[in-house]
Protein backbone atom coordinates (compact mmCIF):
# COMPACT_ATOMS: atom_id res chain seq x y z
CA UNK A 1 0.00 0.00 0.00
CA UNK A 2 1.31 3.42 -0.94
CA UNK A 3 1.30 6.04 1.85
CA UNK A 4 0.35 9.57 0.32
CA UNK A 5 2.72 12.39 1.51
CA UNK A 6 1.55 15.60 1.15
CA UNK A 7 3.60 17.27 -2.19
CA UNK A 8 1.50 14.57 -3.84
CA UNK A 9 -1.83 15.29 -2.59
CA UNK A 10 -1.40 18.96 -3.42
CA UNK A 11 -0.56 18.67 -6.78
CA UNK A 12 -2.97 16.48 -7.50
CA UNK A 13 -5.79 18.98 -6.23
CA UNK A 14 -4.14 21.56 -8.73
CA UNK A 15 -4.88 18.68 -11.52
CA UNK A 16 -8.40 18.40 -10.20
CA UNK A 17 -8.87 22.22 -10.16
CA UNK A 18 -7.92 22.26 -13.70
CA UNK A 19 -9.89 19.02 -14.33
CA UNK A 20 -12.80 21.24 -12.71
CA UNK A 21 -12.49 23.72 -15.56
CA UNK A 22 -14.02 20.89 -18.29
CA UNK A 23 -16.80 20.04 -15.93
CA UNK A 24 -19.98 20.14 -17.82
CA UNK A 25 -18.57 20.57 -21.36
CA UNK A 26 -16.50 17.13 -21.58
CA UNK A 27 -19.21 14.51 -21.75
CA UNK A 28 -19.44 11.96 -22.69
CA UNK A 29 -15.70 12.18 -22.10
CA UNK A 30 -14.50 12.61 -18.23
CA UNK A 31 -13.18 16.20 -17.00
CA UNK A 32 -9.74 15.40 -16.73
CA UNK A 33 -6.53 17.92 -15.54
CA UNK A 34 -2.93 17.21 -15.37
CA UNK A 35 0.07 19.13 -14.06
CA UNK A 36 3.63 18.94 -14.46
CA UNK A 37 6.41 19.38 -11.72
CA UNK A 38 9.72 19.36 -12.08
CA UNK A 39 12.19 20.39 -8.81
CA UNK A 40 9.28 21.48 -7.35
CA UNK A 41 8.33 23.46 -9.50
CA UNK A 42 4.82 23.77 -11.58
CA UNK A 43 6.22 23.51 -15.45
CA UNK A 44 2.78 22.48 -17.09
CA UNK A 45 -0.94 22.93 -16.72
CA UNK A 46 -3.75 21.36 -19.10
CA UNK A 47 -7.43 20.19 -18.88
CA UNK A 48 -9.92 18.40 -21.23
CA UNK A 49 -11.68 20.94 -22.58
CA UNK A 50 -14.31 18.94 -25.10
CA UNK A 51 -14.86 15.74 -26.79
CA UNK A 52 -12.95 15.92 -30.01
CA UNK A 53 -9.94 17.95 -28.43
CA UNK A 54 -6.88 16.67 -27.18
CA UNK A 55 -6.65 15.70 -23.41
CA UNK A 56 -5.36 17.15 -20.40
CA UNK A 57 -1.43 15.79 -20.55
CA UNK A 58 -1.46 17.15 -23.89
CA UNK A 59 -2.10 20.81 -23.28
CA UNK A 60 0.18 20.25 -19.89
CA UNK A 61 3.36 18.61 -21.99
CA UNK A 62 2.80 21.63 -24.39
CA UNK A 63 3.42 24.22 -21.74
CA UNK A 64 6.11 22.05 -20.26
CA UNK A 65 8.36 21.70 -23.05
CA UNK A 66 11.76 20.21 -22.52
CA UNK A 67 11.32 20.63 -18.99
CA UNK A 68 9.12 17.61 -18.59
CA UNK A 69 11.94 15.25 -19.23
CA UNK A 70 12.62 13.88 -15.64
CA UNK A 71 9.97 15.67 -14.35
CA UNK A 72 6.77 14.25 -12.38
CA UNK A 73 3.11 14.15 -14.07
CA UNK A 74 0.23 14.59 -12.05
CA UNK A 75 -2.91 13.25 -13.90
CA UNK A 76 -7.09 12.96 -12.23
CA UNK A 77 -7.49 9.87 -14.52
CA UNK A 78 -5.14 7.10 -15.75
CA UNK A 79 -3.78 8.51 -19.50
CA UNK A 80 -5.09 6.72 -22.08
CA UNK A 81 -3.25 3.71 -24.05
CA UNK A 82 -6.16 3.90 -26.95
CA UNK A 83 -5.98 5.24 -30.17
CA UNK A 84 -9.02 7.14 -30.35
CA UNK A 85 -10.33 10.76 -31.36
CA UNK A 86 -6.48 11.59 -30.16
CA UNK A 87 -3.44 9.12 -30.04
CA UNK A 88 -2.68 8.01 -26.61
CA UNK A 89 -1.29 10.05 -23.60
CA UNK A 90 0.67 7.25 -22.42
CA UNK A 91 2.70 7.37 -25.53
CA UNK A 92 2.94 10.84 -25.36
CA UNK A 93 4.15 11.30 -21.63
CA UNK A 94 6.86 8.29 -22.34
CA UNK A 95 7.89 10.39 -25.77
CA UNK A 96 8.74 13.58 -23.72
CA UNK A 97 10.44 12.05 -20.65
CA UNK A 98 8.76 11.80 -17.57
CA UNK A 99 10.28 9.52 -15.25
CA UNK A 100 7.13 9.15 -12.67
CA UNK A 101 3.59 9.22 -13.28
CA UNK A 102 1.02 10.03 -10.06
CA UNK A 103 -2.56 9.06 -11.19
CA UNK A 104 -5.89 9.60 -9.23
CA UNK A 105 -8.10 6.76 -10.34
CA UNK A 106 -7.98 4.18 -12.99
CA UNK A 107 -10.09 4.57 -15.78
CA UNK A 108 -13.30 2.01 -16.52
CA UNK A 109 -13.08 2.83 -20.20
CA UNK A 110 -12.83 -1.05 -21.53
CA UNK A 111 -10.35 0.61 -23.73
CA UNK A 112 -8.00 1.87 -21.31
CA UNK A 113 -8.82 0.09 -17.95
CA UNK A 114 -5.33 -0.38 -16.06
CA UNK A 115 -3.40 -0.45 -19.98
CA UNK A 116 -2.64 2.95 -19.43
CA UNK A 117 -0.57 2.21 -16.08
CA UNK A 118 1.02 -0.91 -17.80
CA UNK A 119 2.34 0.85 -20.64
CA UNK A 120 4.10 3.57 -18.56
CA UNK A 121 5.91 0.89 -16.10
CA UNK A 122 6.53 -1.50 -19.21
CA UNK A 123 8.59 2.26 -20.20
CA UNK A 124 10.59 2.31 -17.32
CA UNK A 125 8.52 5.01 -15.71
CA UNK A 126 7.66 4.84 -12.05
CA UNK A 127 3.59 4.94 -11.77
CA UNK A 128 1.71 5.65 -8.10
CA UNK A 129 -2.16 5.36 -8.56
CA UNK A 130 -5.04 6.47 -5.71
CA UNK A 131 -3.87 9.78 -4.75
CA UNK A 132 -6.45 11.81 -4.28
CA UNK A 133 -8.99 9.60 -5.30
CA UNK A 134 -12.54 9.75 -3.49
CA UNK A 135 -11.63 13.19 -4.79
CA UNK A 136 -11.43 12.39 -8.34
CA UNK A 137 -14.31 9.22 -8.10
CA UNK A 138 -16.84 12.60 -7.71
CA UNK A 139 -15.61 14.62 -10.17
CA UNK A 140 -15.86 12.05 -12.91
CA UNK A 141 -18.88 10.42 -10.95
CA UNK A 142 -21.12 11.18 -14.58
CA UNK A 143 -18.46 9.53 -16.71
CA UNK A 144 -18.17 6.64 -14.77
CA UNK A 145 -21.33 6.45 -14.85
CA UNK A 146 -22.12 6.57 -18.15
CA UNK A 147 -19.11 3.97 -18.93
CA UNK A 148 -20.14 1.62 -16.30
CA UNK A 149 -23.86 2.12 -16.42
CA UNK A 150 -24.64 3.67 -19.72
CA UNK A 151 -26.96 5.99 -17.85
CA UNK A 152 -26.35 9.88 -16.18
CA UNK A 153 -25.20 9.78 -12.28
CA UNK A 154 -28.08 11.64 -10.95
CA UNK A 155 -27.94 14.18 -8.38
CA UNK A 156 -31.45 14.93 -6.15
CA UNK A 157 -31.19 18.92 -4.76
CA UNK A 158 -33.98 20.79 -3.37
CA UNK A 159 -34.24 23.41 -0.69
CA UNK A 160 -36.43 23.46 2.33
CA UNK A 161 -37.77 24.97 5.23
CA UNK A 162 -36.82 23.85 8.55
CA UNK A 163 -40.31 22.13 8.50
CA UNK A 164 -39.64 20.42 5.32
CA UNK A 165 -41.46 22.28 3.14
CA UNK A 166 -39.95 23.35 -0.51
CA UNK A 167 -42.87 25.97 -1.35
CA UNK A 168 -45.69 28.09 0.20
CA UNK A 169 -48.89 27.34 -1.08
CA UNK A 170 -50.65 30.63 -1.03
CA UNK A 171 -52.06 31.91 -4.19
CA UNK A 172 -49.04 33.92 -5.24
CA UNK A 173 -48.07 30.45 -6.59
CA UNK A 174 -44.43 29.08 -6.48
CA UNK A 175 -41.22 29.85 -8.15
CA UNK A 176 -39.05 33.36 -7.18
CA UNK A 177 -42.71 35.26 -7.25
CA UNK A 178 -43.56 33.65 -4.28
CA UNK A 179 -40.29 34.33 -2.31
CA UNK A 180 -36.82 31.66 -2.26
CA UNK A 181 -36.22 29.17 0.34
CA UNK A 182 -32.54 29.87 0.40
CA UNK A 183 -30.54 32.93 0.66
CA UNK A 184 -28.02 34.41 -1.93
CA UNK A 185 -24.97 32.37 -0.88
CA UNK A 186 -27.54 28.96 -1.35
CA UNK A 187 -28.19 30.26 -4.67
CA UNK A 188 -25.22 30.77 -6.19
CA UNK A 189 -24.22 27.45 -4.98
CA UNK A 190 -26.93 25.78 -7.36
CA UNK A 191 -25.82 28.24 -9.86
CA UNK A 192 -22.52 26.80 -9.55
CA UNK A 193 -23.68 23.37 -10.67
CA UNK A 194 -25.54 24.52 -13.09
CA UNK A 195 -22.44 25.01 -14.96
CA UNK A 196 -20.83 21.65 -13.90
CA UNK A 197 -24.08 19.30 -14.75
CA UNK A 198 -25.40 18.16 -18.75
CA UNK A 199 -28.85 17.98 -17.99
CA UNK A 200 -31.69 19.82 -15.26
CA UNK A 201 -34.56 17.38 -14.97
CA UNK A 202 -37.85 18.96 -13.87
CA UNK A 203 -41.31 17.63 -13.84
CA UNK A 204 -44.12 19.12 -15.54
CA UNK A 205 -45.83 19.68 -12.23
CA UNK A 206 -42.83 22.52 -11.72
CA UNK A 207 -43.30 23.83 -15.72
CA UNK A 208 -46.87 24.47 -15.23
CA UNK A 209 -47.07 26.23 -12.07
CA UNK A 210 -43.16 27.67 -12.39
CA UNK A 211 -42.17 28.16 -16.17
CA UNK A 212 -38.91 27.99 -15.05
CA UNK A 213 -35.68 29.08 -17.39
CA UNK A 214 -33.02 26.89 -15.72
CA UNK A 215 -30.49 28.95 -16.88
CA UNK A 216 -26.74 28.90 -15.26
CA UNK A 217 -27.06 33.07 -13.74
CA UNK A 218 -24.08 34.92 -12.57
CA UNK A 219 -21.37 32.40 -13.01
CA UNK A 220 -18.21 34.18 -15.41
CA UNK A 221 -17.97 32.02 -18.19
CA UNK A 222 -20.72 30.03 -17.28
CA UNK A 223 -22.85 27.82 -19.60
CA UNK A 224 -26.37 26.46 -19.83
CA UNK A 225 -26.97 22.63 -19.01
CA UNK A 226 -29.61 21.02 -21.73
CA UNK A 227 -33.28 21.34 -19.79
CA UNK A 228 -34.87 17.40 -19.41
CA UNK A 229 -38.59 17.97 -19.23
CA UNK A 230 -40.51 14.80 -17.90
CA UNK A 231 -43.73 15.23 -19.31
CA UNK A 232 -45.25 11.41 -19.34
CA UNK A 233 -48.73 12.63 -20.11
CA UNK A 234 -48.11 15.62 -22.52
CA UNK A 235 -49.40 18.42 -19.72
CA UNK A 236 -46.64 21.05 -20.31
CA UNK A 237 -47.49 23.53 -23.22
CA UNK A 238 -45.03 24.14 -26.36
CA UNK A 239 -44.09 27.76 -25.17
CA UNK A 240 -42.89 26.93 -21.88
CA UNK A 241 -39.74 28.88 -21.74
CA UNK A 242 -37.64 25.84 -21.18
CA UNK A 243 -39.10 23.94 -24.07
CA UNK A 244 -36.26 25.18 -26.75
CA UNK A 245 -33.35 24.18 -29.11
CA UNK A 246 -31.12 21.25 -26.57
CA UNK A 247 -34.18 21.09 -24.36
CA UNK A 248 -35.46 16.97 -24.04
CA UNK A 249 -38.77 15.88 -23.61
CA UNK A 250 -39.35 12.98 -21.74
CA UNK A 251 -42.91 11.64 -22.35
CA UNK A 252 -44.51 8.41 -22.90
CA UNK A 253 -45.03 6.27 -25.95
CA UNK A 254 -47.60 7.18 -28.37
CA UNK A 255 -47.94 11.07 -27.17
CA UNK A 256 -47.97 13.75 -29.66
CA UNK A 257 -44.95 16.07 -29.17
CA UNK A 258 -44.70 17.74 -32.38
CA UNK A 259 -45.30 21.09 -30.95
CA UNK A 260 -42.77 20.99 -28.58
CA UNK A 261 -40.54 19.12 -31.44
CA UNK A 262 -41.40 22.04 -33.62
CA UNK A 263 -40.25 24.52 -30.56
CA UNK A 264 -36.84 22.94 -31.07
CA UNK A 265 -36.89 20.21 -27.80
CA UNK A 266 -36.00 16.67 -28.82
CA UNK A 267 -38.25 14.19 -27.81
CA UNK A 268 -37.74 10.89 -26.06
CA UNK A 269 -40.22 8.23 -25.01
CA UNK A 270 -40.17 6.29 -21.59
CA UNK A 271 -42.64 4.07 -19.78
CA UNK A 272 -40.19 3.97 -16.63
CA UNK A 273 -37.91 6.04 -15.40
CA UNK A 274 -35.09 3.63 -16.17
CA UNK A 275 -35.96 3.60 -19.46
CA UNK A 276 -35.56 7.45 -19.83
CA UNK A 277 -32.61 7.36 -17.69
CA UNK A 278 -30.99 4.66 -20.54
CA UNK A 279 -32.46 6.98 -23.11
CA UNK A 280 -30.40 10.00 -21.69
CA UNK A 281 -27.47 7.59 -21.48
CA UNK A 282 -27.72 7.70 -25.23
CA UNK A 283 -28.01 10.83 -25.71
CA UNK A 284 -24.35 11.04 -23.91
CA UNK A 285 -26.23 13.21 -20.60
CA UNK A 286 -23.35 12.19 -18.17
CA UNK A 287 -24.96 13.76 -14.70
CA UNK A 288 -28.47 15.06 -14.70
CA UNK A 289 -29.48 17.17 -11.95
CA UNK A 290 -32.97 17.07 -10.61
CA UNK A 291 -34.48 20.19 -9.56
CA UNK A 292 -37.99 19.93 -9.49
CA UNK A 293 -41.01 18.46 -8.45
CA UNK A 294 -41.60 16.22 -5.67
CA UNK A 295 -43.63 13.70 -8.21
CA UNK A 296 -40.47 13.55 -10.24
CA UNK A 297 -38.20 13.36 -7.34
CA UNK A 298 -40.27 10.65 -5.83
CA UNK A 299 -40.72 8.46 -8.68
CA UNK A 300 -37.02 8.18 -9.11
CA UNK A 301 -36.30 8.36 -5.47
CA UNK A 302 -38.28 5.02 -5.39
CA UNK A 303 -37.11 3.40 -8.13
CA UNK A 304 -33.24 3.58 -6.99
CA UNK A 305 -32.39 5.81 -9.37
CA UNK A 306 -31.16 8.84 -7.31
CA UNK A 307 -27.34 8.46 -6.88
CA UNK A 308 -26.55 11.92 -4.56
CA UNK A 309 -28.37 14.21 -2.77
CA UNK A 310 -27.82 17.76 -1.84
CA UNK A 311 -30.20 19.46 0.72
CA UNK A 312 -30.40 22.78 1.35
CA UNK A 313 -32.19 24.15 4.73
CA UNK A 314 -32.98 27.27 5.74
CA UNK A 315 -34.06 28.24 9.12
CA UNK A 316 -37.76 29.38 8.71
CA UNK A 317 -40.55 27.79 9.64
CA UNK A 318 -44.00 27.57 7.05
CA UNK A 319 -46.71 25.43 8.83
CA UNK A 320 -48.54 24.23 5.59
CA UNK A 321 -46.56 24.31 2.26
CA UNK A 322 -45.46 21.45 -0.60
CA UNK A 323 -43.52 18.35 0.29
CA UNK A 324 -40.27 17.57 -1.36
CA UNK A 325 -41.04 14.02 -2.05
CA UNK A 326 -44.02 12.04 -2.98
CA UNK A 327 -43.54 8.43 -2.85
CA UNK A 328 -45.46 5.47 -1.24
CA UNK A 329 -45.52 5.31 2.92
CA UNK A 330 -42.80 3.21 3.98
CA UNK A 331 -41.68 1.55 7.03
CA UNK A 332 -38.61 3.42 8.73
CA UNK A 333 -36.68 0.67 8.25
CA UNK A 334 -36.58 1.21 4.74
CA UNK A 335 -35.71 4.78 4.60
CA UNK A 336 -33.02 5.83 1.83
CA UNK A 337 -29.92 6.31 3.91
CA UNK A 338 -27.32 8.99 2.73
CA UNK A 339 -23.47 7.54 3.20
CA UNK A 340 -20.87 10.13 3.33
CA UNK A 341 -22.41 12.75 5.01
CA UNK A 342 -21.30 16.28 4.93
CA UNK A 343 -22.44 19.49 6.20
CA UNK A 344 -21.57 23.05 5.14
CA UNK A 345 -23.07 26.21 6.59
CA UNK A 346 -23.92 28.71 3.66
CA UNK A 347 -25.31 31.81 4.93
CA UNK A 348 -28.15 31.54 7.05
CA UNK A 349 -28.38 27.74 5.04
CA UNK A 350 -27.33 24.51 5.86
CA UNK A 351 -25.78 22.26 2.86
CA UNK A 352 -26.13 18.46 3.32
CA UNK A 353 -24.90 16.09 0.52
CA UNK A 354 -24.26 12.70 0.58
CA UNK A 355 -24.86 9.70 -1.47
CA UNK A 356 -27.37 6.70 -2.29
CA UNK A 357 -25.55 4.74 -4.70
CA UNK A 358 -21.35 4.13 -4.97
CA UNK A 359 -19.68 5.90 -7.59
CA UNK A 360 -19.04 2.93 -9.97
CA UNK A 361 -15.09 2.18 -9.95
CA UNK A 362 -13.35 -0.58 -11.72
C1 LIG B 1 -6.76 10.88 -20.85
N1 LIG B 1 -6.76 12.22 -20.68
O1 LIG B 1 -7.76 14.19 -20.68
C2 LIG B 1 -9.10 12.31 -21.08
C3 LIG B 1 -9.11 10.89 -21.19
O2 LIG B 1 -12.22 9.95 -27.94
P1 LIG B 1 -10.98 10.34 -27.21
O3 LIG B 1 -9.73 10.08 -27.97
O4 LIG B 1 -11.07 11.76 -26.70
O5 LIG B 1 -10.89 9.38 -25.94
C4 LIG B 1 -11.88 9.47 -24.96
C5 LIG B 1 -11.54 8.50 -23.86
O6 LIG B 1 -10.25 8.82 -23.31
C6 LIG B 1 -12.50 8.60 -22.68
O7 LIG B 1 -13.57 7.70 -22.82
C7 LIG B 1 -11.61 8.22 -21.51
O8 LIG B 1 -11.45 6.82 -21.43
C8 LIG B 1 -10.29 8.84 -21.90
N2 LIG B 1 -10.26 10.24 -21.45
N3 LIG B 1 -7.93 10.23 -21.04
O9 LIG B 1 -5.71 10.25 -20.82
C9 LIG B 1 -7.85 12.96 -20.80
N4 LIG B 1 -10.23 13.04 -21.27
ZN1 LIG C 1 -5.49 10.56 -23.36
Given at each position: MYTEHPPDTEYMRLALNEAARGMGRTSPNPPVGCVIVRDGQVVGRGFHPRAGEPHAEVFALREAGEYARGATAYVTLEPCSHFGRTPPCADALVAAGVSQVVIAALDPNPRVGGQGASRLREAGIEVIVGVAEEEALRQQAGFRSLVMRA???????????????????????????????????????????????????????????????????????????????????????????????????????????????????????????????????????STLFVEGGPTLAGSLLDAGLVDEVRAFVAPKLLGAGLNPLTAPVRPMHEAQVLRDVTFESLGPDLLIRGLLNDIPRL
Open positions: RPWVIYKYAMTLDGKVAALDASGRGEANGLVTGLASRARVMAWRNEVDGIAVGSGTVITDDPLLTTRGVEGGRDPRPVVFDGQGRTSASARVIRPGAVVVTAPGMDMSRHEAAGAQVIYATQPSEALAELGRLNF
